[in-house]
């Protein structure tokens, strides 16, 4: 099959013939319909994380077809129209058991425990609990769209800060991820603070739910901006983009007793970063993580995006091939363009 490959970390990255995966007896291999271009994968090429066995061939955000099927799976059959959380369960585990697979104590991630979606073909664990069947009217663009950004911010709002009508929810950078978050708290009410320093972003916020921008190279202070257009501060808060700064903005303007989600990645130099501790404190506040979502949990989210709620088509982008993926993943850092890039010509 053909795959994008690097060998060292930082490295160029290029196009080659590769074996294909095969299924082990509790996995399939699915046919790569689609696979989107998400920052965690510039991560892993600059050699963030740990499980990346070189040489190596990223990629995570993925829908298609199922290929081959292990002797074990009892759930999927050759032709089945699938998608896969970006975090897979092991399902006997501790965590699996209590139904929490997104921390699963053995875990696998397509494009970093092992070969990932950049390619023709992708191997996946534990099929019959890790994948989600994709409705006949979603198409694979999209359902590549959902793989980790989207589905991490509908966790994020929904299952960990509990977002609901009526209260204020600030979004901090408006990437693939704030933007999902934005359209996912706008559908269940919230009133939705965007803040970034791209005034094409900003308005693609406007468009997407945000009832209040914040332009952070326009103010003194983004977190006294939110606290002035929420008349308090926020109920629930989100770093979407994973950086000291707009972590640190993100708890300074939360509202007493308010949740602070970390969605965005925090590696490298950026994994200790800062926080107004002497606030989470007199102010009882929340911090909570945000790591992809259970398979199960797709029902829900589908459920809304087959009724109208949620329209995450909105926040496909560019449309691109597998040779055009090199450039854009390479370029992830410059936070260039608007909404989420997907490879769909392999």
Request: net charge negative; glycine share 10%.
């Amino acid at each position: 099959m053909k795959a994008v490959v690097y060998e060292a970390f930082s490295a160029p990255l290029q196009i080659q013939h590769v074996p294909d995966p095969t299924p082990e007896a509790h996995g399939v291999v699915v046919k790569v319909m689609a696979t989107g271009v998400c920052r965690s994968d510039w991560h892993g090429w600059m050699g963030h994380d740990p499980d990346i066995r070189l040489p190596h061939v990223p990629g995570h955000e993925l829908a298609g077809i199922v290929e081959a099927v292990g002797k074990d799976v009892t759930q999927w059959r050759v032709g089945d129209r699938v998608t896969v959380p970006f975090v897979g369960g092991c399902g006997s585990c501790p965590e699996c058991y209590s139904g929490n697979h997104q921390v699963c104590d053995s875990q696998f991630q397509p494009g970093f425990t092992h070969w990932g979606s950049f390619a023709q073909y992708v191997g996946i664990h534990h099929a019959d609990i890790n994948l989600v069947a994709l409705p006949e009217t979603l198409d694979f663009a999209t359902a590549a769209s959902l793989g980790c950004r989207f589905v991490t911010s509908f966790r994020a709002v929904v299952d960990q800060g509990k977002a609901s009508a009526g209260q204020w929810v600030a979004v901090h950078g408006c990437g693939g991820v704030g933007l999902s978050a934005i359209m996912i708290a706008n559908a269940v009410g919230a009133n939705v603070v965007a803040v970034d320093i791209s005034a094409e972003k900003l308005q693609l916020a406007r468009e997407l739910g945000a009832v209040a921008t914040v332009n952070a190279t326009e103010v003194a202070d983004v977190a006294e901006a939110v606290i002035e257009v929420t008349r308090g501060g926020a109920h629930v808060s989100l770093d979407a983009l994973g950086h000291p700064t707009t972590c640190f903005n993100s708890i300074s303007n939360l509202r007493k007793r308010g949740k602070h989600v970390q969605v965005g990645l925090m590696l490298a130099d950026h994994s200790t970063p800062v926080i107004p501790m002497s606030k989470v404190i007199a102010s009882e506040l929340e911090i909570l993580g945000s790591h992809g979502m259970q398979a199960y949990r797709y029902g829900a989210m589908l459920d809304m995006i087959r009724t109208g709620k949620l329209s995450p088509e909105k926040l496909v982008g560019q449309q691109i091939d597998l040779e055009q993926s090199i450039k854009a993943l390479t370029s992830m850092d410059e936070f260039q363009g608007v909404g989420v890039t997907v490879v769909t010509e392999f």
